[in-house]
């Protein structure tokens, strides 16, 4: 089950945010006027945004289907579900990455980790279902969806280059 | 005569959009460049009579329009939870950062009522460059952000009776004139913040009419006429647009910032640029050395709250660093009330320009540094 934290944030609206299972924390702030600010917690410090994208509410909706919303209660403040076995996160790229530069299929994530990548956040745009040709830069962030180990080997891979 | 008029308004507005634009290529707020470029434009450009009228009362919307908005970005609910959580936070900075002023005021000599309006302008953070710092590099999210809103709250309520007490003292006169002129500012500010408060809902509800353009006519009319009755009634017209800012609330409160917000753009840097205009540039620099210091002190200061308030939510050293770099940063407030306090104490201009210019680099460089700055820090205050 997941915690939801929930902190008014006096002139811009409010901040819904939990500690993920895979150590970061994840958030979203409703701002006053319907845009949506999704963020994800830097790793090294915890209480700053590594990523936050802003969606308008239309986007937003999209969003939350594309994680699952339509089978899962909308409203914010609510328990929220979480699928069995199925984990997520977003792994950001570092210049230091081995994979840098590198097509996506050199990583060769789904065979080593068994995760997918599901898509490759470029600038605040996304790229969805990148093929193995797909170049990666540092700066990028991967969002990968696999088992729960799978998603913790496929960041050691990206930042190191060994899934162990 | 018209060609003349608009000639000069268009090259003051054009001067504007080019330091804002600078400001933005380095990252910075574009507050005092526009104080910098009124002190350039003063000193190359002559101003007719009417193009000099038009910018000093486009200056005093300018004033308006920022307290109305600031009004409007909260609810009466907000307020109340906010103070309520915040009050020992809220203290100390009270404590910490009014006091600074005071001392500055007395050390240089000036007339005490011009220590509390020093006071005022170290006290007050930019909620306006705080906001846009969190805004623009993606702080929002961040574990200290709530600590930091939560004093701009308590300041800007604390200056919402700040303003009117100063303002009655300003007037001047005898002690039963003093006192009866306090009593009067305090009163119809009472009176105003309760009805706000109570039957907000009521004049949201009225005004809030379908059409955009009736909409913006409406809520810029009632805004000035509350200003100008406020003013007459020597309570200060700015604290009369931010009772209506605040006594505006749901739809109607989001709708106008929508609309009024580019009006307050034009006319808030038309307000720092005409404060530029009319600085004695021979006293500034006198005043370089208690600016830099009053800057450093109250930097320290202003610094140690946000540290102090975020540890106490719990933050991390780095998150405890932002939140007070944050909000060293002193802006709008300052100068507003330095322009309140110009007659009584020439000074308190050059004064207040040089120290935001100073306050306003600081915040936002230091803030850059806190992975390398801020262990050290937590070593020394012990975090």
């Known amino acids: 089950m997941v915690r939801l934290e929930e902190t008014s944030l006096p002139g811009v609206g409010m901040r819904y945010d939990f500690d993920g299972r895979f150590g970061k924390r994840v958030g979203v702030i409703v701002h006053r006027d319907g845009r949506r600010e999704m963020f994800v917690s830097l790793r090294e410090d915890p209480d700053a945004c590594a990523q936050s994208i802003t969606l308008d509410e239309g986007e937003a909706e999209v969003v939350a289907d594309l994680l699952g919303g339509s089978t899962v209660s909308r409203r914010v403040g609510q328990t929220m579900q979480d699928i069995e076995g199925l984990a997520m996160d977003w792994l950001p790229l570092e210049r230091g990455s081995p994979f840098a530069g590198r097509a996506l299929g050199d990583s060769q994530m789904r065979t080593r980790t068994g995760t997918s990548v599901v898509a490759v956040m470029r600038a605040g745009q996304a790229v969805p279902a990148p093929g193995p040709e797909f170049v990666l830069e540092a700066g990028d962030t991967v969002v990968v969806v696999g088992t729960a180990g799978g998603v913790r080997r496929a960041a050691r891979l990206l930042s190191s280059g060994a899934e162990h | ?383």
């Open chain 2, 1 to 383: 005569m018209l060609g003349r008029l608009f000639l000069e308004l268009g090259t003051v507005i054009l001067a504007l959009a080019l330091v804002g634009r600078a400001a933005g290529r380095l990252g910075i707020t574009p507050i005092p460049l526009y104080l910098m470029a009124g002190i350039g434009l003063g000193t190359v450009m002559h101003l007719d009579d009417t193009a000099e009228k038009f910018i000093h009362t486009g200056a005093e919307i300018g004033a308006i329009l920022l307290l109305f908005i600031l009004g409007l970005e909260y609810t009466s609910d907000e307020l109340r939870t906010n103070l309520r959580a915040n009050r020992r936070i809220g203290l100390l900075d009270l404590a910490l950062n009014f006091t600074p002023g005071v001392v500055a005021g007395a050390l240089l000599g000036l007339p005490p009522l011009a220590w509390v309006l020093l006071g005022g302008i170290t006290y007050l953070t930019s909620s306006g460059i705080a906001s846009k710092i969190l805004s623009d590099l993606g702080r929002l999210g961040n574990r200290e952000t709530p600590t930091i809103l939560a004093v701009c709250v308590i300041e800007d309520v604390v200056m919402a009776f700040y303003l009117p007490v100063v303002a009655a003292l300003l007037i001047g006169g005898s002690l039963l004139t003093v006192g009866v002129n306090l009593a009067l500012a305090l009163t119809a500010f009472g009176v105003t913040f309760f009805l706000a408060m109570r039957y907000g809902h009521v004049l949201s509800r009225v005004l809030n009419v379908p059409s955009d353009e009736t909409l913006l006519l409406g809520v810029l009319g009632l805004v000035l006429v509350v200003a100008g009755a406020a003013d007459l009634l020597k309570v200060s017209a700015a604290i009369g647009a931010f009772l209506v800012g605040i006594a505006l609330s749901g739809e109607v409160a989001h709708r106008a910032r929508a609309q009024i917000e580019p009006l307050r753009d034009l006319f808030a840097a038309v307000f720092f640029l005409f404060f530029g205009l009319q600085l004695d540039l021979a006293a500034v620099p006198d005043v370089l050395l208690p600016a830099a210091l009053l800057a450093l002190v109250t930097a320290v200061t202003k610094f140690l709250v946000g540290w102090h308030g975020a540890a106490q939510a719990g933050v991390q050293s780095r998150g405890r660093f932002r939140a007070g770099t944050t909000l060293i940063p002193r802006g709008e407030f300052s100068i507003l009330i330095a322009g309140l306090g110009l007659g009584l104490a020439p000074v308190l201009g050059p004064l207040a320009a040089v120290y935001v210019l100073l306050t306003a680099i600081i915040g936002p460089v230091l803030a850059r540094f806190d992975a390398a700055l801020a262990p050290r820090v937590a070593r020394v205050l012990g975090g």
